[in-house]
């Protein structure tokens, strides 16, 4: 018999609702982004979605929470096999993946330029419950984008029907193979070289860094062929298929699984290649270029999974907030408590209006009905990667502390979001590389494509109710252009905070936005929730930060 007394308290845990009808914000976006019909037709998908996100999805997360994938190098009898063998949930996520056609939805022209904003809709749900699965499907995605439009019909033939399938059985993910030793960043300097062989085969010999979801049935990657220049010019795009059809890897090795802070489950491997038979996309130069529509792609996914971490954060401590009593009251019924989750909140609505904003402009583009051609685009999608990154580590943070020391400890389940999220800013791009990514698009197009749409948008909001907003949108934009009338190394020291506050902007007007349209439709307390968060942005969140033109700031560093 134990001698200790018995518990009077155990804290019940935070759980989970239906995903699609908790996210008041996704909700109110795509009933004022979509047609009345097309919404009806797709509610059934998101309820689904949301449920099983909040419900068997997250179960199966929380039970999978110590697997990890495993290398195996070798068979018992000392053959190479190089196996990579994924966790239960991943293994599961693939057909799940398939069936809800995560990537092909974003491809249907049935659905024309709301395609993008259905396909992401069903991704938001799904994301957050299935352990960084949208990793190798924004890889695929770019991979179908490129695979489309390169002019390459035999690989678009091959690869996407698998890439665009909705059965677990056929479908395919893509790998991105761009990170060396030598260039995570500056990719241009790229070591991996292209050989034609005596049949005319092209074959790859390098080592690629960091290759995420390394088990994907193609991937896409950067090698500079025989004789080529140095530099991105010289590299040139290739297709990569490293298992013949004996699931054997063709001339690959898989040399060790990289040991991450986060994104455990996702197997990110480091590869060999040793003479790998590959296919060039498009021509045998310009690698770079070829491949940034991949880049574009993926840095779209990593921005909507930047505020599907926010929002997961979010929905936790709120519930947890309902159930958790200190200082004799609810959590959720203390002032302090409530002005934090509401920052939260507000924070979270604007990293979504700024993403569903930019992805609502991609299925624009991709269907040639957007105002200002691509450029608006080219312009969003660096600013909302780099700024919805920034915010969801933020968010995570914010989430451990609501739990105090419970968000501290691992069986939780919490510490993984604040790990997880931290791969946020760094992969696809880090903040810096983005910021100067953001001023080559500036370069190229000018400021007006955004401006402009900033301009127009902030004066549609002319309904009594958003008059504030209207007044700190417009006072934040006259400062703009000022920003940018520097010489470069200026420009370029100031990147980052004009890159922070262009995405400040453009989270404020798009939220805003959807403030003013969901007041404009009939309806009750929950069409004024994009106006209270949109106001609580506005007064509490919403700072632009300060453009140093002394340069006082540029030489605390050692050289
Ligand atoms: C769930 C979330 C999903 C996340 C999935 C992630 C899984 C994969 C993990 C990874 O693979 S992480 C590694 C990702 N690596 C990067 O994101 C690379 C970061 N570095 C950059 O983005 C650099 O800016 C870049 C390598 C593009 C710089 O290259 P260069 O060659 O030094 O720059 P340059 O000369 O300015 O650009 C070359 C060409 O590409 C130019 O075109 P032209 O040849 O026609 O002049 C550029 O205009 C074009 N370009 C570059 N970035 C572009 C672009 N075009 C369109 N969009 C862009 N973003």
Redesign the pocket.
């Known amino acids: 018999m134990s001698d200790r007394q018995p518990l009077s308290f155990i804290q019940s845990p935070p759980e989970l609702g239906n995903e699609y009808r908790e996210d008041w914000l996704l909700s109110a976006w795509l009933e004022c982004a979509l047609p009345e019909a097309l919404l009806h037709d797709q509610l059934e998908v998101f309820d689904e979605l949301g449920r099983r996100s909040g419900g068997e999805w997250y179960r199966l997360q929380t039970e999978d929470r110590l697997n990890e994938p495993r290398l195996e190098q070798w068979s018992p009898w000392g053959e190479r096999v190089d196996r990579i063998e994924l966790t239960p949930l991943w293994v599961k996520a693939k057909s799940w993946a398939a069936e809800y056609g995560l990537v092909a939805t974003g491809y249907d022209d049935s659905l024309g330029e709301h395609a993008r904003t259905i396909q992401f809709a069903r991704a938001w749900l799904f ?1 957050p419950s299935t352990d ?1 699965y ?2 190798p499907l ?2 695929t995605d770019g991979a179908a984008r490129i695979l489309s439009d390169a002019g390459n019909r035999e690989l678009a033939e091959r690869a996407l029907p698998h890439l665009l399938s909705r059965n677990g059985e056929d479908f395919w993910t893509s790998g ?1 193979w ?2 060396e030793t030598i260039g ?5 300097a790229t070591e991996t070289t292209a050989e034609q062989d005596d049949d005319g085969r092209w074959r790859l010999t390098g080592r690629k860094w ?1 290759t ?2 390394a088990t994907s049935e193609m991937a896409l990657t950067l090698a500079r062929p025989e004789a080529n220049p140095e ?3 010289g590299l040139a795009l290739f297709y990569v298929e490293p298992h013949d059809a004996d699931g054997r890897l063709q001339n690959i090795e898989i040399l060790r699984l990289k040991d991450k802070l986060g994104t455990r489950k996702l197997p990110t491997a480091e590869l060999w290649l040793n003479g790998a038979p590959a296919t060039p996309v498009a021509g045998l130069d ?1 690698g ?2 070829a491949i ?2 991949m ?2 792609l ?1 840095r779209t ?2 921005a909507v ?1 930047a505020c599907t971490l926010m929002r997961r954060g979010i929905a936790l401590a709120t519930s947890y907030a309902q159930r958790r009593r200190a200082f004799g009251k609810r959590l959720i019924d203390q002032p302090l408590h409530r002005q934090t989750l509401s920052a939260m909140n507000a924070d979270y609505a604007a990293a979504a209006c700024a993403t569903l904003a930019m992805v609502g402009e991609l299925g624009r583009v991709e269907h040639g009905r957007a105002a200002s051609g691509p450029d608006l685009l ?1 312009i969003l ?2 600013m909302v990667k780099l700024g919805t990154a920034r915010d969801a580590v933020a968010c995570a943070s914010e989430t451990l502390e609501c739990f105090g020391g419970a968000g501290y400890v691992e069986d939780t389940g919490l510490p993984q979001l604040l790990r997880d999220a931290q791969v ?1 800013s760094i ?3 880090t903040t810096n ?2 910021a ?2 953001l001023l ?1 698009a500036l370069a ?1 197009s000018g400021i007006e494509p955004w401006l402009e749409t900033m301009r127009a948008r902030t004066a549609a909001l002319d309904d009594e109710r958003t008059r504030e907003l209207h007044a700190i949108a417009s006072d934040a934009l006259d400062q703009v252009p000022g920003w940018l009338d520097h010489p470069a190394d200026a420009l370029e020291a100031n990147a980052r905070t004009i890159a922070m506050n262009m995405y400040r902007i453009t989270a404020l007007v798009e939220l805003a936005g959807l403030a003013r349209r969901s007041l404009a439709r009939d309806g009750g307390e929950q069409r004024q929730k994009p106006l209270i968060a949109a106001l609580h942005y506005a007064r509490n969140r919403f700072s632009l930060g300060p453009i140093d033109t002394h340069g006082t700031g540029w030489s605390l560093t050692g050289d």
């Open positions: 994301i960084f949208g990793c924004a890889m991105q761009m990170t995570g960043s500056d990719v241009s960091f995420s979801a530099g991105s010019r310009r770079v270029a940034a529509p880049l574009n993926t996914w990593n999974t080219r999608t660096p946020l992969w696809e791009g590389v983005l100067l990514d080559r190229a």
